[in-house]
């Protein structure tokens, strides 16, 4: 074996040794949290909804509150699909709970592949966390209770931005609320790799690259700041003014690229995770959806939770 061959298994071997490192270090956590629905006084049931690759999702159906309007009881109502963000899980989302439940909505939480108590799969990503949210609005459109023409979707960070890639695939979507969206991948990916100390030349640039390769989608083709501009549902776009994780800067990226004024947006105090302007946030999440998506029954007083 002469050497060029021999440099060519070394080097197989050492980008094979690379990749696997870049696929390890953007492994999702997984966080199991015991808290449920029942810990804020809500009924559920658990659910297992099929997503893509033969896997299931795990996910908590908490049907609509209080009584149906006169002379139609039984008639279908509102429904909404929450999702977490990267390395969270669907008790993460509760505290949004309470308040849209006794406005009249179904929620349907759910865990995303490799998080929580779904399956694991290969990998997760922002195309695989949009494929189970649509997973789960197709799970709730053939539900009888549940009114296919009214069905938004709420998602926190990667989440949010899966939302509005769905959004703009999919035109039953009736609304969505994203909370601390970013506005471009390669953006996020940059601001990881700085905090690690990874030069982008030549290491960065080829994280970018790998990373696009493994998913099957160019960067741009996902950004929210691009697929806002096909939404056609009206939007919410919330963000903490405080977000160092993504900066506030990016929620107005993606509002300038907006289809038209039916997306708006609302910067209130708080950093990614928690907002301190609670019943701004929540208020105002009502009053959108209650025009964009009105519920059966008009909702009683709502709770500061966001």
């Not at 023409?149 to 769905?166: D, E, F, Q, T, W």
Request: proline letters at 7%.
């Amino acid at each position: 074996m002469d050497i060029l061959a021999l440099a060519l298994i070394f080097g197989g071997l050492l980008l094979a040794l690379i990749n696997f490192a870049i696929r390890l270090g953007l492994r999702a956590p997984r966080l199991v949290d015991p808290a449920t629905p029942a810990d804020h006084g809500l009924a559920f049931s658990e659910v297992r909804i099929g997503t893509q690759r033969g896997r299931r999702l795990r996910a908590w159906w908490i049907p609509p509150a209080g009584k149906r309007p006169p002379g139609s009881p039984g008639s279908p109502a509102p429904a909404l699909v929450i999702l977490h963000g990267w390395g969270s899980n669907a008790a993460n989302m509760l505290p949004l709970a309470p308040a849209l439940h006794r406005a009249g909505y179904g929620l349907l939480l759910i865990e995303a592949r490799n998080h929580g108590a779904s399956d694991s799969d290969t990998f997760s990503s922002l195309p695989r966390f949009a494929e189970d949210m649509e997973s789960a609005l197709d799970w709730l459109r053939q539900r009888a209770d549940v009114d296919g023409r009214r069905i938004g979707l709420i998602g926190h960070s990667v989440g949010a931005a899966a939302a509005l890639l769905l959004a703009s695939r999919r035109d039953e979507v009736a609304a969505v609320i994203s909370i601390a969206a970013f506005a471009h991948p390669e953006t996020v990916m940059r601001r990881l790799l700085a905090s690690w100390r990874v030069p982008f030349i030549p290491f960065g640039w080829y994280v970018l690259r790998y990373v696009q390769h493994v998913i099957g989608h160019r960067f741009a083709d996902i950004a929210a700041q691009h697929t806002i501009g096909k939404v056609g549902c009206p939007v919410l776009l919330v963000h903490g003014l405080d977000d160092e994780t993504v900066p506030a800067d990016e929620a107005r990226l993606i509002h300038a690229g907006r289809r038209d004024d039916s997306t708006q947006l609302l910067l209130i105090a708080g950093s990614h995770d928690a907002y301190a302007e609670l019943d701004q946030g929540i208020d105002a999440a009502l009053a959108f959806l209650a025009t964009a998506m009105p519920p059966n029954r008009a909702g009683a007083a709502s709770e500061p939770h966001f």
